[in-house]
């Protein structure tokens, strides 16, 4: 019997064959946000041979994420989300350098974590990284194929710098936060971020292997509900916006930002407290601290204890999941007292 490699029916398709097998070995792609669409194209583009893939997220595993949150099992609950995604695909195919980035990302590091990436994948659930991602991608000129997926409608766009218009042509600034639907207030059907999700892999795959001129040029609607699929048209580079600050006047506005030290998570009835200097955290003295007032245990690279009521996950880079807080002055307050200023 013939030997044929795990790729054999890939390399198949005339749009791929070896040369395009290989220029995905060769490319490091960037997941910012490995929760619903980033698991699922995380697990696709892993499977594709991708060759290296930096997975960035802020986040602990949850049992209610689990429903749409494909590479996680019951054992990962509690575990950093970039850290259990990096092991599960390591498991699904040893070709591919998966890195795990259990930190915030903000203006002060994205520049940073991007730098490699030749296409940056959206897995994010607010409006505000999504903007600094499309500074930094503008910016660096690197594909950013954005999407969204709420309730059973999703969308999703393919932004090439000097070849479309951006996410700021689109809408200039963020949606006010009152007016946008989370899956904390309309829930999501999980079907829908594997459609969504597997768009999002088909479209990173064709410009790994160059074929430009088949990505998608609009912004794609998704309906899992009816099964519709429309697009509508995103401005090119003839007809993009002249008056955009990002694309037009190069002004990284949400770049140049500064790191909020308290942020409510979506959905999760939790903030995330970031500290304003490295003071050199050691987990292990942590939890010694958190067994005197409470109960604690080690999860993956992360510190997790119950004191007074109060739930907090505890990152290396000092980073705390607050949960059981009133707001975020009173998650500053818990972290102060408990973690340390």
Known sequence: MTTRDRYHRQRLL?????????????????????????????DALCRAGVGTLHLIDRD????????????YTQRDVGYPKAEAARDRL????????????????????????????????????????????????VQRQTPYVYAGAVGTN???????????????????????????????????????????ASWQASETIKLLVGA????????????AWSGASTVRA?????????????CAHKRYEFLG?????????CGRGAVQVTP??????????????FDALGESERAGSSVHAEIDGYELTVFPDGRAIVRGADDEDHARALYDRYVGS
Not at 15 to 25: A, C, F, N, S, T
Not at 60 to 71: A, C, D, K, M, Y
Not at 276 to 289: I, K, M
Request: include cysteine.
């Open 60 to 71: 602990v595993v949850e049992e209610t994420t689990r429903q749409r949150q494909s590479l």
């Open 212 to 223: 430009h001129d088949d990505v998608s040029k609009g912004l794609r609607s998704f309906d």
């Open 90 to 137: 390591r498991d699904t195919n040893r070709d591919v350098d998966a890195h795990a980035h259990c930190v915030h990302l903000g203006p002060s590091n994205a520049l940073e974590l991007l730098a490699s990436a030749d296409v940056v994948v959206d897995g994010t659930d607010n409006f505000r990284t999504r903007y600094l991602l499309n500074d930094v991608c």
């Open 257 to 265: 930002g500064s790191d909020t030290d308290a942020t409510v998570l």
């Open 234 to 246: 995103l401005p090119d580079a003839l007809t993009r916006d002249p008056a955009c600050p990002c």
């Open 14 to 42: 005339p749009q791929v064959r070896d040369e395009g097998q290989e220029r995905l070995r060769a490319s490091p792609v960037a997941i910012v946000g490995v929760g619903a669409l980033g698991t699922v194209a995380a």
């Open 276 to 289: 304003a200097h490295d003071a050199g955290w050691s987990v292990e003295a942590l939890r010694e601290r």
């Open 154 to 196: 999703g969308t999703g766009a393919v932004i090439v710098p000097g070849s479309t218009g951006c996410l700021r042509c689109l809408s200039p600034d963020p949606p006010a936060g009152a007016h946008v639907d989370t899956c904390d207030s309309a829930g999501v059907l999980g079907p829908l971020v594997w459609m969504v």
